[in-house]
């Protein structure tokens, strides 16, 4: 059964860099037509698609985020990451990885974590 | 504000039938499939329709998707306690360099 899991820091200072890792086990990260996401809720809020990845390494990126943002993946530890860089309070936000099926439809979710930008 | 527009709440009683509403434009909702999750409580969201009105295997029946225009609905039928929770649609947007777009999310409330 394909599972993901997030991991990296809670805690992120501002104008730093918030790095994030994806795990998927139980299934390849090189399988087609997949892509994978990562997907943001900040508190009380609602979800906030930050950018997706096919095991290639083509990319999409929220229009907003793509001077601060790079997604990359590794098939070899079939994981993918994400780094967000000059991090403000507004970044706070429980952040999802999650498999892209199409378009929009996200069919496998990891628990998501949660990420506090705090001095 | 979101790109997709999404009443903030609705409620219902057991057993009635509730709607929820996603209205769209022409660049997302008008062109391409709508998807639905169900996010209960402290958890991750959940795919609940695809492609307009399929279901994933295990969601029951009760729960419908309909697609029309640059609208889109999310029924439930038979409305059940372990219903209460948010939903939110989603949609491909082709302006720009295409990119996700999500509804604001309903908070459903089974009163």
């Known amino acids: 059964q394909l599972q993901l899991r997030e991991s990296g820091p809670g805690l992120v200072k501002p104008s730093e860099t918030l790095s994030l890792t994806c795990t998927v086990t139980?299934?390849?990260?090189?399988?087609?037509?997949?892509?994978w996401v990562w997907i943001r809720q900040s508190p009380g809020k609602g979800l906030e698609w930050i950018g997706s990845?096919?095991?290639?390494?083509?990319?999409y990126y929220k229009s907003s985020l793509k001077s601060r943002l790079t997604i990359s993946v590794d098939t070899s530890r079939n994981q993918f990451s994400l780094k967000l860089n000059s991090v403000t309070a507004a970044d706070t936000a429980v952040y999802y990885c999650?498999?892209?099926?199409?378009?929009?439809?996200?069919?496998?979710w990891g628990q998501g974590t949660l990420v506090t930008v705090s001095s | 504000q979101s790109v997709l527009t999404q009443p903030p709440s609705e409620s219902g009683t057991p057993g009635q039938r509730v709607t929820i509403s996603c209205s769209g434009s022409?660049?997302?909702?008008?062109?391409?499939?709508v998807n639905w999750y169900q996010q209960l409580p402290g958890t991750a969201p959940k795919l609940l329709i695809h492609?307009?009105?399929q279901r994933p295997s295990g969601v029951p029946d009760r729960f419908s998707g309909s697609k029309s225009g640059t609208s889109a609905s999310l029924a439930i039928s038979g409305l059940q306690s372990e219903d209460e929770a948010d939903y939110y649609c989603?949609?491909?947007?082709?302006?720009?360099?295409?990119?996700?777009?999500f509804g604001g999310g309903t908070k459903l409330t089974v009163l």
């Open positions: 999650a498999r892209q099926y199409t378009g929009s439809s996200f069919d496998q």
């Open positions: 139980g299934g390849s990260i090189s399988s087609s037509p997949y892509y």
């Open positions: 990845i096919r095991y290639s390494g083509n990319t």
């Open positions: 022409s660049s997302n909702i008008g062109s391409n499939t």
């Open positions: 492609s307009n009105n």
């Open positions: 989603a949609a491909w947007d082709d302006s720009l360099n295409g990119f996700v777009v």
